[in-house]
């Protein structure tokens, strides 16, 4: 996939007919000095994300998730101290200075946030922020960056892109203003895509629209997208994996079928047995799962679900480590449980 002739970044080679991992973290850690206290928020996360793939991150208000992918854009306070690794290809992103960082971001990784109305300066029409976009990351006449921008607009489906062109973000709808914004994160053509709560503040309707329009640029342009989410329902209907975070770690990663279909962690189940419905938003949860999350700045040697989790026992006194228990399905945990969501 090349537009406006990019030079990629090196991948591993992989055989025939895998999807390449394009993307690999490793150990990543990310600690805030706060108030004379150290915040621990991402506590050794590792995880691969591969081409043309859909990687959900679910997890509690709070558990690290728009900080640990923060972490690899470079988009954290100098008050983070960040360590581990996080590969694009053979490039290392953590550690890197802000100047080397700008040309990654938007180049090979790309973030789309939540409000598109404060993502969007508004006072520059939509297709002039795309043809900024494009202006920013390749050498490149008005011109030739005005026809990309509109030619991107059409990709990402904005109704009468010509048109819409020319109008600023307060004369679109949350909904079209979220195609612009993934227009101009399409802009440099990114390897990786990360949507954190990209289609929270829209209504039903237009999240689906959204998602569906996220999943056909995945399998058109091949990108890898990591998707974070409040709403495990739409983790469950559009990813092919999906990782569970607690506490800043992962707790819980497989496909998405394997995972909602044999949960084995007990917080996984929490989450997903207390609600009727897979459509129960993150900051909902609390309420169901019970009990409050573990204070960061306290973190002891076990594991951190042990204050909520019905099936906690001594050896739960030291921490799990995330193993591949079964083919493809990763956990942390002692007492994992056997039944999937029939139990709760
Ligand atoms: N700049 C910061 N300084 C200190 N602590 C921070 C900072 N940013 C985030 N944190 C802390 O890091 C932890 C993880 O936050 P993060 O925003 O990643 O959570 P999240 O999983 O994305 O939650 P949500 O679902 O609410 O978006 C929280 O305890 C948060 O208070
Ligand atoms: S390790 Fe123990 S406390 Fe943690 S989730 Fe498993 S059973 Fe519960
Ligand atoms: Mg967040």
């Known amino acids: 996939m090349t537009i406006l002739g990019k030079t990629t970044i090196d991948a591993p080679s992989v055989a025939a007919g895998e999807p390449e991992t394009v993307l690999t973290v490793e150990d990543l850690r990310v600690t805030f000095s706060r108030g004379g206290r150290l915040v621990h928020a991402v506590n050794g996360l590792s995880y691969r994300v591969r081409t043309g793939r859909i990687l959900a991150i679910i997890g509690e208000s709070g558990s690290g998730k728009s900080v640990s992918v923060r972490a690899l854009m470079g988009l954290l306070p100098p008050s983070a101290f960040v360590t581990g690794s996080a590969k694009l290809g053979d490039t290392e992103l953590i550690g890197r200075d802000e100047r080397s960082m700008r040309r990654i971001r938007g180049d090979h990784v790309a973030m789309v946030f939540q409000d598109p109305a404060r993502s969007l300066n508004p006072t520059m029409s939509a297709g002039a922020q795309v043809v900024e976009a494009i202006r920013t990351h390749r050498k490149t006449t008005r011109k030739e960056a005005a026809d990309r921008a509109v030619e991107l607009l059409k990709l990402v489906r904005l109704p009468a892109p010509e048109r819409r062109f020319h109008e600023y973000p307060h004369q679109l709808s949350g909904g079209m203003r979220q195609r612009v914004l993934i227009a101009i994160a399409l802009a440099a053509d990114p390897e990786v895509l990360i949507a954190d709560e990209a289609t929270t503040a829209l209504d039903v309707t237009t999240q689906a629209q959204i998602m569906e329009l996220l999943v056909d640029l995945q399998e058109r342009l091949g990108t890898a997208i990591i998707m974070i989410s409040h709403d495990i329902g739409l983790a469950a209907s559009y990813a092919h994996e999906v990782l569970v975070m607690y506490a800043g770690r992962a707790v819980e990663h497989a496909e ?66 995330l193993e591949m228990h079964e083919p493809g399905h990763r956990y942390a945990c002692w007492n994992p449980t056997g039944m999937g969501r029939e139990e709760s």
């Open 256 to 321: 998405t079928t394997t995972l909602f279909g044999n949960v084995r962690m007990p917080y996984t189940q929490a989450l997903l047995g207390a609600i009727p419905q897979l459509t129960t938003p993150a900051h909902a949860l609390l309420a169901v799962v019970g009990g409050q999350p573990p204070d960061l700045s306290a973190l002891g040697e076990g594991c951190a679900f042990r204050e909520r989790c019905p099936r906690a026992t001594e050896e739960c006194a030291v921490q799990p480590s």
